[in-house]
T-cell receptor, first 112, second 115 residues
Framework: KQEVTQIPAALSVPEGENLVLNCSFT??????LQWFRQDPGKGLTSLLL?????REQTSGRLNASLDKSSGRSTLYIAASQPGDSATYLC???????????FGSGTRLLVRP | DTGVSQDPRHKITKRGQNVTFRCDPI?????LYWYRQTLGQGPEFLTY????????KSRLLSDRFSAERPKGSFSTLEIQRTEQGDSAMYLC?????????????FGPGTRLTVL
C-alpha cells in the first residue's frame, strides 16, 4: 500500500527565498506524480506532472523532481512571492490504478 | 471550456437529510473521479467512472453514498441520511482516456456541512 508523507507540514519564509518542499513515498511502482496547489477553501490546481520515466519537470519558477530509487520527490520554488502562499500537495498514480494517492500537504506562507 | 465545474459550491444540511452534488467534467474527458477531503488532509478517492461505467469504488463509499454518470457526461454524487462525519469538501476531477499522462484536473469542490 502506497504511503505518502510531506515534510514540513507548514513553512513560513520571507519573500524572495528559494525553497524546497519534500514528498516521500513507499511504493516505487508509480505511473506518474502530480504536484498541486490548493488555496484555502478552493479546489486543486495542477502545477506539474512527472511521468514515471522522467526525472524532472519545470514550469516558470517551479521545478519538480522524482527519484524512484530513494522514494522522494521535491518541489523547488524559486524567488518566492506572497502570491505563492497556499497548500502544496503531491499525489501519485500507481501502475494499474486510476486513483491518485495524496500526501497531507505543506502549508506555505510567504511573508512580504 | 473553462474546466471542471461543480454545483453547489456550498451546502449546509441537517443530519438525516439527503443531498446531491453535480459535477461537469472538461468536455471530451472520458474519465471522471470523486474525492473527499477533510480539514488538514489530502483528498481521498471515492469512485471512478470511465464514460458511464462506474469501474471502481472505495471502501469509504458506504451504502448511503451513490454516484451516477448516466450519459457519460456530467456526474452526480448523492448522500442519503447524512451524518456529521460526512462534513467535508467533495472534489470532482476528470482526465482523458487517450494520451499517456492521465493528468487529472480538479473542480472547485462542494463544501458540505452537516449540522
Amino acid at each position: 500500500k502506497q504511503e505518502v508523507t510531506q515534510i514540513p507540514a507548514a513553512l513560513s519564509v520571507p519573500e524572495g527565498e528559494n525553497l524546497v518542499l519534500n514528498c516521500s513515498f513507499t511504493d516505487s511502482a508509480i505511473y506518474n506524480l502530480q504536484w498541486f496547489r490548493q488555496d484555502p477553501g478552493k479546489g486543486l490546481t495542477s502545477l506539474l506532472l512527472i511521468q514515471s520515466s522522467q526525472r524532472e519537470q519545470t514550469s516558470g519558477r517551479l521545478n519538480a523532481s522524482l527519484d524512484k530509487s530513494s522514494g522522494r520527490s521535491t518541489l523547488y520554488i524559486a524567488a518566492s512571492q506572497p502570491g505563492d502562499s497556499a497548500t502544496y500537495l503531491c499525489a501519485f498514480l500507481m501502475d494499474s490504478s486510476y486513483k491518485l494517492i495524496f500526501g497531507s500537504g505543506t502549508r506555505l506562507l510567504v511573508r512580504p | 471550456d473553462t474546466g471542471v465545474s461543480q454545483d453547489p459550491r456550498h451546502k449546509i444540511t441537517k443530519r438525516g437529510q439527503n443531498v446531491t452534488f453535480r459535477c461537469d467534467p472538461i468536455s471530451e474527458h472520458n474519465r471522471l473521479y470523486w474525492y473527499r477531503q477533510t480539514l488538514g488532509q489530502g483528498p481521498e478517492f471515492l469512485t471512478y467512472f470511465q464514460n458511464e461505467a462506474q469501474l471502481e469504488k472505495s471502501r469509504l463509499l458506504s451504502d448511503r453514498f451513490s454516484a451516477e454518470r448516466p450519459k457519460g457526461s456530467f456526474s452526480t454524487l448523492e448522500i442519503q441520511r447524512t451524518e456529521q462525519g460526512d462534513s467535508a469538501m467533495y472534489l470532482c476531477a476528470s482526465s482523458q482516456l487517450a494520451g499517456a499522462s492521465n493528468e487529472q484536473f480538479f473542480g472547485p469542490g462542494t463544501r458540505l456541512t452537516v449540522l
